[in-house]
């Protein structure tokens, strides 16, 4: 069986603190205007009962089964790794931005500091150690974290849909 890595979040247990943005822009050095993650407020108000429910989503690259990003790329600056990550080459960016314009959720995103596109590589090389990605380690509730979802009921999981683009063509790898 092979791994095919994905991001999930339990929305129960994300307080929105944002350990996980500033552990990756930490580790990751980047400039204050590039955050490879972000986090959503969503708000559902339920009008018959009076309540607003809040709850808080993390959000990174989807490493999709079928990225926007690699397909429109002219000089062939990402590549999909056997296990689903999709890893950006920054030797072979061009910084042409069609990467930056077609991603649905807004993954790809241009560095000022490398002249370049960037974005969230699941910290490959920590899990090629057996490690955890920097933004899953950071999160204090364990609401935040990697899983192999060819080992992972799909049954428990929701597909990323809540309030972001459609997901018919990208199929990303994120569930909640």
Known sequence: MTNHY??????????????????????NNL?????YRRIRQIEKSDHDQ?????????TACNH?????????CPSGAYAKRRDGIVIHLPDKCTACKSCVASCPFGAPQFNPLTGKAAKCQMCYERLD???RPHCVEAC??????????????????VPLTVSLPTIRLTRPSTYY
């Open 140 to 157: 204090i509730t364990g609401a935040l974290q990697l899983r192999n979802l060819e080992e992972f009921p799909m049954k428990k999981l």
């Open 31 to 35: 400039p204050f205007s590039v955050k």
């Open 6 to 27: 994905g991001f999930y979040l339990d929305v129960n247990n994300c307080l929105g603190c944002g350990a996980c943005i500033k552990a990756c822009s930490n580790k």
């Open 129 to 131: 150690r057996g490690e």
């Open 64 to 72: 999709c089964t079928n990225p926007e990003c690699m397909g429109v």
């Open 50 to 58: 009076g309540q607003i429910s809040r709850f808080f989503l993390s």
